[in-house]
């Protein structure tokens, strides 16, 4: 009789009103459970991590490298960056911050400015707003409006709004027709607006502006060495500036909440290989008889400590495979549970104003699933050894005497 039969039977259970097989249930469950959490957990993670990479960053410049003069002079001095193979798109822009008031609300905002016609034939802000957003702007005189912003305000397609921008130790007022509405999802909707460097020029609003071109490259997290490179090619007087400085804290949020959560909870899969240990102990116990039975007919050492590394092994692997379907079923429809618990109780969990997303993104990677399974079968199975070694202590003569 091999060692794996006896231990499928002892894992599974025959007598399952004996308090070994309800604990060996028991530690199977655990084990599910702190793997399917571990699992959804770091989809979570990985779904903070892809849209502050596909939304955020699409919205906001990698590197803004800013001239000492005007931007006419930008296309002389950047000439090399065509043969710079990690550039994906530079076009200008110019930036104002200030007021925006509409019927007596007011709120802060950041109004960026850029080339319809650059961004449209090269940008990258078109993949997150699309193509319509430049024609529009570059046709008519006005701005597009964040989706959050537009609702606090109360202000709707069609209507003018009113910007308040310093000017010396007065203010400037200029009135803007919102064309659109546009929504990303994340925290840029409720403070930023897009217009076109034209219209800033008609407002008289053009030369109080921050100006400069807007770089998009494949080196994203080493924007700043890119930056200095580039610097390193231009004229005296250029000056720049990375995604980091404005949004890099949000990254490390994201990356540093992802390490501690994933820390805890795989604290958790080790409590759960410590029930795996009590029930190997419980069991053990339990099966005294049938162990002093065993090396009564000449089962060794060796087949003992196997028997039970066994069971602690297939707790692990019934454990991980429920927990990894859980997991992978809770990562693939967590947003979609959340937006209907949204709905269902009229409340939302996420909002801009204090996340840096309006909704809870889930983004399921496989290798996690294999590593998370792997660990806790691995722990499972060294969590087994201490009872497997315990056992060798039973004394056949003095179970059985009682039998």
């Keep these: 009789m091999s060692a794996l039969f006896i231990a499928r039977r002892y894992v599974f259970g025959v007598r399952l009103h004996r308090m070994g097989s309800t604990v060996s249930l028991l530690s199977v469950v655990g084990l599910a459970l702190g793997c399917s ?27 803004k490298l800013l001239p000492p003069g ?31 008031r509409y019927r007596g ?30 024609q529009q702007l570059d046709q008519q005189q006005g701005l597009i409006l964040g989706s959050e912003l537009a609702s606090s305000l109360g202000v709707a397609i069609g209507e003018s709004v009113t910007l308040i921008t310093p000017d010396g130790s007065a203010a400037q007022f200029a009135g803007f027709e919102v064309l659109d509405i546009f929504s990303t999802g994340t925290e840029l ?6 217009t076109s460097l034209s219209t800033l020029r008609a407002k008289a609003l053009y030369d109080g502006a921050n100006k400069g071109i807007s770089l998009y490259t494949t080196r994203v997290f080493d924007a700043y060495t890119h930056a200095y490179q580039i610097l390193e090619q231009l004229p005296r007087g250029y000056r720049a500036s990375t995604w980091t400085s404005s949004h890099g804290n949000l990254f490390e949020a994201i990356q540093m909440s992802r390490y501690l959560v994933a820390l805890i909870v795989f604290l958790l899969l080790g409590i759960a290989a410590f029930n795996v240990i009590a029930s190997l102990m419980i069991t053990s116990a339990d099966r005294q008889s049938d162990i002093a039975i065993l090396k009564t007919l000449g089962a060794e050492s060796k087949f003992l400590v196997q028997l039970f590394s066994l069971q602690g092994f297939l707790i692990g692997v019934i454990g991980a495979f429920f927990g990894a379907l859980l997991g992978i079923a809770l990562s693939l429809s967590l947003t979609d549970i959340v937006g209907v618990l949204e709905v269902l109780l009229d409340r939302q969990f996420l909002q801009s104003n204090i996340y840096p997303l309006n909704y809870l993104p889930a983004q399921l990677i496989w290798s996690q699933v294999f590593l998370v399974s792997l660990v806790a079968i691995l722990l499972s199975t ?12 039973v004394q056949p003569a003095e179970t059985l005497r009682y039998e």
């Design 105 to 134: 609300e007011a709120a802060p905002l950041l109004l960026w400015a850029v080339d319809p016609m650059q961004e449209f034939q090269s940008g990258q802000l078109k993949n997150q707003l699309g193509d319509e957003v430049f």
């Design 189 to 194: 909707d409720r403070r930023m607006a897009i």
């Design 382 to 393: 060294a969590g087994s050894l201490y009872p497997a070694l315990r056992v060798l202590s």
């Design 37 to 63: 959490v571990l699992i959804a957990v770091l989809s979570v993670m990985n779904g903070f991590d892809r849209e502050l990479r596909e939304k955020i960053l699409t919205m906001v410049p990698h590197i």
């Design 70 to 100: 005007e931007l006419e002079e930008w296309a002389q001095d950047s000439a090399f960056l065509s043969e710079d193979a990690d550039i994906i798109s530079a076009t200008p822009y110019a930036e104002l911050t200030g007021l925006v």
